[in-house]
């Protein structure tokens, strides 16, 4: 996707395709798809780089509108992937013709792997950085957005790594009881790997790091989101 006239792209250029859906009554139905990764970091300079996919996509969306050859097709634009901003200053940098697909702004699931980061609580480690935005020139169209019934897998795993965490801690706790005595550089030590301050859920960093790894191998740090779109068939006209 070429950026705003101009201007050079803060991090990554979008990527975008256009597909020719169906055939709905004898007219074609075009859908683009724009995949984007925007600057990390959630600062000013994600904020401009999310306005600038914006602006780009309201370029293209212009262009394709007026494209002489696609005049008698409908057309949709998904902006999907990793924005690295909260839905709500998304949308504020997006067109206005573009719905969020997920319910709402304030009811969106968190899509990192929240339990496998810092103190593993979803209010403070969770973020909703994935969504998708929707248009399409197709009234009564829907669209809504979820996260995949493969999540379960991440839950499991969080629940065994609490088992393992349990199992060490305990373990660990009982060296002091078997020693006579224990060094003055030991028992700190000890106290570093027993710690699990501000864990609500009873891991320690170090374990949590080490599943957080494992996690990424096969999940990356995010998880994928289900979007779901529906685009009634025009009407067949009365004879």
Known sequence: LQPPEGQDWVARAPSWAEFEVAKIWGEAHRLIVVSV???SGGDAKT???VRMIGDAVTRLKAQRLQDKDAASSTLSILIVGDFNLEPRPTSEQLPD??????????????TNIWRFNGCGD?????HTYDSGFFFSTVAGHTVSAALPP???????????MQRMATAV???????PNQATEMSLITQRTMDSILGTTGATDGVPSWLRKEFSRSVKLAWSDHVP????IAIPRRQEEPK
């Open 97 to 110: 013709d573009f719905t969020l697909a997920f319910r709402s702004a304030s009811e969106c699931p968190k």
């Open 122 to 126: 979803e209010a403070s480690d969770g």
């Open 169 to 175: 801690l305990d373990s660990l706790r009982e060296l």
């Open 37 to 39: 990764h925007a600057k």
């Open 47 to 49: 904020v401009k780089d």
């Open 225 to 228: 989101i289900c979007v779901s």
């Open 150 to 160: 493969a999540l379960a897998e991440q839950i499991q795993v969080h629940k065994e």
